[in-house]
């Protein structure tokens, strides 16, 4: 199974969105692994966005990640990144397919309620940045058994 994961950014927070971003992925079918609020800091954006912290609208970014504090969440699932990405949508709000959390709620292209990893390779790297090992949790549901077939739970039902 993927991990990916997801930030609900502070302009979803002061819209009270959090608990419908949240019931996106487990009526998926996602199984939530990690889960916590923070407050970002100088130091976590500029791992976080390291590719632009030297770039003119980083200061831009890093007051809008600080206005309030970020719920971050891992998820995990069969094909996690792909299909989280879907579900948040594109990018920019008003360009984001109906039924997708910006599509149904962005209007902006900056202000865009949630981020989530967009590749393997990114995944790793950005928990790292937010989650210590400990906070991560390894558990069994019966819903495995109701979202995936045999074959992608690795040949036997748990």
Known sequence: MERSLVLIKP???QR???????SR????GFKLVALKMIQMDDEILK?????????????KIAKFMKW???????WEGYNAVDLIRRIIGTRKG??????????DWGMSGGNNLVHA???LENVQREIDIVFSEKEIHEYQT?????????EELGGEFR
């Not at 008003?94 to 599509?103: D, F, K, L, T």
């Open 11 to 13: 302009d979803a927070l």
């Open 142 to 150: 019966t819903m495995d058994q109701l979202v995936y077939s045999e």
């Open 25 to 28: 992925f487990e009526k998926k």
């Open 94 to 103: 008003y360009e984001a397919e109906a039924g997708s959390v910006r599509g």
């Open 117 to 119: 990893s967009d590749s």
């Open 68 to 74: 309030t504090p970020i719920v971050a969440m891992i």
């Open 47 to 59: 791992k976080w966005y390291h590719q632009y912290a030297e770039a003119p609208f980083f200061p």
């Open 16 to 22: 009270g969105l959090i608990g419908d971003i949240i």
